[in-house]
């Protein structure tokens, strides 16, 4: 038996929208790993305070959204994309660690795109996540 379940959501990358997932007319459901990986992107990808809800945090989200629109240096700003993802990791206490890989050719395009291994008390889980800073003027 599952300790966490949820319906199994896609996030769209460009809208950030999620889909719920289904097979027919059955909703699709994911256990643990996944389960909390999804918790876990749909925090990166929310703006720090601009969710609330009963049971959510001041703090939830993430403060990956101050980049966009920036100048995004590859130089110095991965420790700073790696920091803002500890801390959203921080919050779970089924997170025992995490490592990122960023991948720079994707930097100078405007997009963050890393990948994301998550320790957890479920084992290990890795996936992708990419966010774009681009505002799309050149």
Not at 24 to 34: A, I, R, V
Not at 42 to 64: A, D, F, H, Q
Not at 80 to 104: C, F, L
């Amino acid at each position: 038996m599952p300790l966490i379940e949820d319906i199994k959501m896609r996030i769209d990358n460009n809208s950030f929208y999620e889909y719920t997932m289904n097979r027919g007319s059955d909703l699709l459901f994911c256990q643990n790993n996944y389960a909390l990986w999804q918790a876990f992107e749909g925090e990166l990808k929310t703006p720090l305070g601009e969710c609330r809800g009963i049971n959510l945090v001041n703090n939830y989200g993430s403060r990956l959204y101050t980049l966009i629109g920036e100048n995004i240096d590859y130089m110095s700003t991965p420790s700073e994309v790696q920091g803002m993802i500890q801390e959203v990791a921080n919050r779970y206490t089924e997170i025992k660690s995490v490592n990122t890989n960023i991948d720079p050719d994707e930097w100078s395009k405007g997009i963050i795109s890393v990948k994301i291994t998550l320790v957890t008390i479920f084992g290990q889980i890795t996936e992708n996540f990419t966010l774009t800073t681009a505002t799309g003027c050149d």
